[in-house]
């Protein structure tokens, strides 16, 4: 059991490249997510789906798309980089996805990837 | 907007101290708050889910209170250990569900 897996782990992009973020979970879990996490700025969230074919949007989107073909895949795309986008990305997932209930349950989260853009 | 701060930002301990570390957060109408502990270069690990409901958690040498009222949450760690060393981090999820807010952290040392 793997748990939540990252890809790449580090990464550098000159500005104006595009990259993908890969995250997978194979919990089964129906709610993931991406945030980073920025010194003196703690964890933001970026996107979130609650389950296959449903995403939106958090505090931080601008910049980012997202997509969620499968259960187990929720990839994260770098349009055009700039150098505010350094920072360590992390992916996170929890069971939660409907039911009040099932929001009680912990996020699980992957090793993060330290993105650079010059 | 919710804000959650986490202090102090740093602490030192000789090993084998109890310790607390604060979270408070401004916005009372949560439905959960977690603690998080973080090593350097890893993700974050899941320590502990209060839920709105509960007073307290415990698991271990941890235990984490919550009053909502307030809005403060506290971590207790007990007859800390070397590899306690990381930075801990609260987060709570608001009434809306979907999103956890975080705080800063706080990173403890715990010296032999």
């Given at each position: 059991n793997a748990g939540v897996t990252q890809t790449p782990k580090f990464q550098v992009l000159k500005t104006g490249q595009s990259?993908?973020?890969?995250?997978?979970?194979?919990?089964?879990?129906?709610?993931?997510?991406?945030?980073?996490?920025?010194?003196?700025?703690?964890?933001?969230?970026?996107?979130?789906?609650?389950?296959?074919?449903?995403t939106d949007q958090g505090e931080v989107p601008n910049g980012y798309n997202v997509s969620r073909s499968t259960t187990e895949d929720f990839p994260l795309r770098l349009l055009s980089a700039a150098p505010s986008q350094t920072s360590v990305y992390f992916c996170a997932s929890s069971r939660h996805g409907g039911g009040l209930s099932s929001y009680n349950s912990p996020l699980h989260f992957g090793n993060g990837t330290r993105l650079t853009v010059t | 907007k919710q804000?959650?701060?986490?202090?102090?930002?740093?602490?030192?301990?000789?090993?084998?101290?109890?310790?607390?570390?604060?979270?408070?957060?401004?916005?009372?109408?949560?439905?959960?708050?977690?603690?998080?502990?973080?090593?350097?270069?890893?993700?974050?690990?899941?320590?502990?889910?209060?839920?709105?409901?509960?007073?307290?958690?415990?698991?271990?040498?941890?235990?984490?209170s919550l009053d909502k009222s307030s809005g403060r949450s506290t971590l207790y760690i007990a007859a800390s250990q070397p590899g306690d060393s990381a930075t801990y981090l609260c987060a709570v999820m608001n009434t809306g569900f979907q999103k956890l807010v975080f705080g800063t952290g706080t990173r403890l040392l715990v010296s032999p």
């Open positions: 990259m993908t973020l890969q995250c997978a979970q194979d919990m089964n879990h129906e709610y993931m997510s991406w945030y980073r996490q920025d010194p003196g700025m703690g964890l933001r969230l970026i996107h979130y789906s609650v389950g296959a074919g449903i | 804000e959650v701060t986490q202090i102090p930002a740093a602490l030192s301990v000789p090993e084998g101290e109890n310790l607390v570390l604060n979270c408070s957060f401004t916005d009372s109408a949560i439905y959960n708050l977690q603690w998080f502990r973080q090593d350097p270069g890893k993700g974050l690990t899941s320590l502990l889910l209060i839920q709105s409901s509960q007073r307290e958690q415990t698991s271990g040498r941890l235990n984490a």
